[in-house]
């Protein structure tokens, strides 16, 4: 079955850019979707289909996808952005269609 | 706005059933595939299952596969799941979210505790 990889944790400090990582064989010919927990709080979604926002979602938030890797970008990192990050992509190709990265924990310094 | 809200997780003894429920509102339920996701505590997210918009079609995960049933009642806006045969590796709080390919909505969570 499909496997995503991240990294446990990322720490940057306020104001600066913080990049979390998910890699997958091929990656870059799926779609990837990413979710920001906060502690005792359900996943909010932040980035869909690489690269779009939700509504309501800052533009701090960005991400990318090419090759094995996809990012997610957060600009101007703030102590509220301290949280869980999940990268997820729906596998065709297998009876399992929903996969999840292990997660990201974003510490802001 | 989207609304999801489950229910009837507790504390259930390894071999028991239980039937969580989700209550759906704010949208078009029929229009939406829905899933069941899971963490155990301390843990990452665990996707558990899928139902299509209409019911036609269910998917699981190998972990629950022969032992949990998803369903949906779109008159009633409502996503079950049916879980049978429970272990304590299925302790975990229990979301439904709203979506098919990525998860646009989630609901709040029920914790079910499998221990005897």
């Known amino acids: 079955s499909y496997v995503l990889t991240q990294p446990p944790s990322v720490s940057v400090a306020p104001g600066q850019t913080a990049r979390i990582t998910c890699g997958g064989n091929n990656i870059g010919s799926k779609s990837v979707h990413w979710y920001q927990q906060k502690p005792g709080q359900a996943p909010v979604l932040v980035v869909y289909d690489d690269s779009d926002r939700p509504s309501g979602i800052p533009e701090r938030f960005s991400g990318s996808n090419s090759g094995s890797t996809a990012t997610l970008t957060i600009s101007r990192v703030e102590a509220g952005d301290e949280a869980d990050y999940y990268c997820q992509v729906w596998d065709s190709t297998s009876d399992h269609h929903v996969v999840f990265g292990g997660g990201t924990k974003l510490t802001v310094l | 706005q989207v609304q999801l809200v489950e229910s009837g997780g507790g504390v259930v003894q390894p071999g028991g059933s239980l039937r969580l429920s989700c209550a759906a509102s704010?949208?078009?339920?029929?229009?939406?595939?829905m899933h069941w996701v899971r963490q155990a505590p301390g843990k990452g997210l665990e996707w558990v299952a899928f139902?299509?918009?209409?019911?036609?079609?269910?998917c699981y995960a190998d972990s629950v596969k022969g032992r949990f049933t998803i369903s949906r009642d779109n008159s009633k806006y409502t996503l079950y799941l049916q879980m049978n045969s429970l272990r304590t590796e299925d302790t975990a709080v229990y979301y439904c979210?709203?979506?098919?390919?990525?998860?646009?909505?989630w609901g709040q969570g029920t914790l079910v505790t499998v221990s005897s």
């Open positions: 139902v299509r918009s209409d019911g036609s079609s269910r």
């Open positions: 704010g949208f078009t339920f029929s229009g939406y595939g």
């Open positions: 979210a709203k979506g098919m390919y990525y998860f646009d909505s």
